[in-house]
């Protein structure tokens, strides 16, 4: 079992739609990274959390660290947010940093 | 833009020969990290540089080695390529080393053949 497990794999939706994608992990961390990564590999850090909620434009974060789990919402979807979801759980007292498999996120006109 | 820029964007060798891999990171981050990327899978943390130290490694074995420099500039180096190194390499840089945001390059894509 991975240290970091997202859910789902894959997501289709229809644009407009709220979006939610979500991260479990195993281990304890000092903090969790939300990261977009578009076709081509470019990745961009979308939020970086230890506790609470993080709001930006559409985008929200939110993470529970007695439950072990964040979210990413993406409100009023649009076919530029399709891209690959990835959280990765930097581990307490490590530097190495632990990535979710992915989701990919296709949002359709 | 984040202000990553990694070089070569591509680039193919042979098995057996030997890559390096350079990133230029933003002024003031002293921290830099490398990841693997397979096609079709999340990256695999290499290792981590602070302040040209480093300061935590994944589970890749010694032929990955690097090099951070005082420029803010740092190198991947990979020896006796195999064909499973061929993939996505990204760096990354941050302000803190334990608690920064992260900043990625555009990455480096490696084919072995």
């Known amino acids: 079992k991975n240290e970091v497990e997202q859910s789902p794999q894959n997501l289709t939706a229809q644009e407009g739609e709220f979006i939610t994608i979500n991260c479990s992990y195993s281990v304890g961390i000092s903090a969790l990274h939300w990261l977009q990564q578009h076709p081509g590999g470019g990745i961009v850090s979308l939020f970086m959390?230890?506790?609470g909620k993080k709001k930006h434009g559409r985008l929200i974060a939110t993470i529970n660290i007695q439950e072990k789990h964040s979210s990413l919402h993406i409100t009023a979807s649009h076919p530029r947010d399709s891209a690959v979801y990835i959280c990765?759980?930097?581990?307490?007292?490590?530097?190495?940093?632990?990535f979710g498999q992915g989701t990919r996120l296709t949002i359709n006109p | 833009e984040t202000g990553v820029t990694q070089s070569p964007t591509h680039l193919i060798k042979t098995r057996g020969q030997q890559v390096t891999l350079r990133c230029s990171s933003q002024?003031?981050?002293?921290?830099v990290s490398w990841y693997q990327q397979a096609l079709g899978q999340g990256p695999q943390f290499i290792f981590q540089?602070?302040?040209?130290?480093?300061?935590g490694r994944g589970n890749f074995p010694p032929r990955f080695s690097g090099l951070q420099f005082p420029n803010y500039s740092s190198e991947l180096n990979v020896n006796a390529l195999e064909l499973d190194d061929s993939a996505l390499y990204l760096c990354?840089?941050?302000?803190?080393?334990?608690?920064?945001?992260?900043?990625f390059g555009e990455g480096s894509r490696l084919t072995v053949l």
């Open positions: 990765a759980a930097r581990k307490q007292g490590a530097q190495k940093l632990v």
């Open positions: 990354a840089s941050s302000l803190n080393v334990n608690t920064g945001e992260l900043f």
């Open positions: 540089y602070y302040r040209e130290e480093e300061n």
């Open positions: 002024s003031g981050h002293n921290t």
């Open positions: 959390l230890s506790s």
